[in-house]
């Protein structure tokens, strides 16, 4: 699985943006996708993930802010950031992953995108 991630930026603090991730190859396995970010310093942190039966989960401090949504058909998922905040800076991460039915699961990394968020 090949993952191409896109639509970061530099943004001003309520603003918004959208991020979009594209996947390639093996789609057949992935069964849910999301989104990480990883702030200068910090760990990579859960943002949100969507199933392919359309379940959500969100980090507390993006909830009522941010929409994970996927378009099967494109095989994308995009994630819908409004009301922007300075401490959203951070390098955005797709995820595509295959969970098995032992709750087993194999990651697959897209490459990146750059959110910056002034104040």
């Known amino acids: 699985v090949q993952l191409q991630a896109s639509g970061g930026g530099l943004v001003q603090a309520g603003g918004s943006l959208r991020l979009s991730c594209a996947a390639s190859g093996s789609r057949f396995s992935i069964n849910i996708m999301g989104w990480y970010r990883q702030a200068p310093g910090s760990q990579r942190e859960l943002v949100a993930t969507i199933t392919t039966s359309g379940i959500t989960n969100y980090a507390d401090s993006v909830k009522g802010r941010f929409t994970i949504s996927v378009d099967a058909a494109k095989s994308t998922v995009y994630l819908q950031m409004n009301s922007l905040k300075p401490e959203d800076t951070a390098v955005y991460y797709c995820?595509?992953?295959?969970?098995?039915?032992?709750?087993?699961?194999?990651?697959?990394w897209g490459q990146g995108t750059l959110v910056t968020v002034s104040s």
């Open positions: 995820l595509a992953r295959h969970r098995d039915v032992s709750d087993y699961d194999t990651d697959y």
